[in-house]
């Protein structure tokens, strides 16, 4: 049975970053690879970034591209995602999400999720 929590959120002014935490238990990060999802009022939940297990191999929607990063360390249980030039298209849930060994940009593929945390940039 694996946790995760996902903290660092809040309200923040269009340009300006944030970097959003997910701290994995039961088991250890570095089985798993993760990916960061988001979800708008009224839209569906889509990707942003995954990384490997291993860390070796990241992955970004367009949308975020050149703006956002995402990292892992093993050591802590935790996946980072930083987000930068945030825009008010920005404004979402931002999940966490893990699945076993692999990565991907699917959210159906991914077995575990945390409970969000909230992303608002105003203009």
């Known amino acids: 049975q694996v946790q995760l929590v996902e903290s660092g959120g809040g309200l923040v002014q ?7 935490s997910c701290s994995v238990s039961g088991r250890t990060s570095s089985n798993y690879g993760m990916g960061w999802f988001r979800q708008a009022p009224g839209k569906e939940r889509e990707f942003v970034a ?25 050591a802590k249980n935790t996946v980072y995602l930083q987000a930068n030039s945030l825009k008010p298209e920005d ?5 966490c999400a893990a699945m076993f060994w692999a990565s991907s940009t699917y959210a159906h593929e991914y077995k575990y999720w945390g409970q969000g945390t909230q992303v608002t940039v105003s203009s």
């Open 14 to 20: 269009a340009g300006d970053s944030l970097r959003l």
């Open 50 to 74: 995954a990384i490997s297990a291993n860390g070796g191999r990241t992955y970004y929607a367009d949308s975020v591209k050149g703006r956002f990063t995402i990292s892992r360390d093993n």
């Open 91 to 95: 404004t979402a849930v931002y999940y």
